[in-house]
């Protein structure tokens, strides 16, 4: 993890590897808190954050 948002809006991962590719299919995120809603993220199928490279996944939520 390199980096998470202070409001909790978003977090970025970080693949520091030279040459290894990380596979992260079906990793879940989850967020949890006492003031927030839950929310969670599934990675999709087949994807794969590439050698020195970072994904940022942001929360959205949605009122009902």
């Given amino acids: 993890i390199k980096r998470i948002d202070p409001k909790g809006d978003y977090i970025v991962i970080e693949n520091t590897c030279l040459k290894k590719p990380i ?29 020195n490279k970072h994904v940022k996944v942001k929360i959205y939520f949605y009122f009902i």
Avoid at 23 to 51: A, I
């Fill in 23 to 51: 596979v992260m299919t079906n990793w879940t995120l989850k967020r949890r808190g006492v003031d927030v809603p839950s929310n969670s993220f599934k990675f999709e199928k087949h994807f794969v954050l590439h050698p």
